[in-house]
């Protein structure tokens, strides 16, 4: 079951839960690691999957 994030713009966010243990690694290259498929898709995205995940791992690790 996956983790959802609420920032009150109306939309929900879903982590699941082998992502948000990545992000919880104190090494910050496994923590944003993303495979070809993810990375590939971000091209294509708006809001940047990787940016995201720099973000949150900022906020869980506060550095």
């Known amino acids: ?3 959802t994030l609420s920032f009150g713009n109306r939309h929900n966010y879903e982590i699941n839960h082998s992502r948000l243990a990545r992000l919880m690694s104190p ?3 496994e923590a944003l690691y ?4 993810d990375r ?6 708006t ?3 990787q940016e995201v995940l720099e973000v949150l791992y900022t906020l869980i ?3």
């Open 1 to 3: 079951m996956p983790v």
């Open 47 to 49: 809001h940047k999957k």
């Open 27 to 29: 090494d910050k290259e």
């Open 61 to 63: 690790h506060g550095c």
């Open 40 to 45: 590939f898709k971000d091209c294509f995205r």
């Open 34 to 37: 993303m495979g070809v498929w």
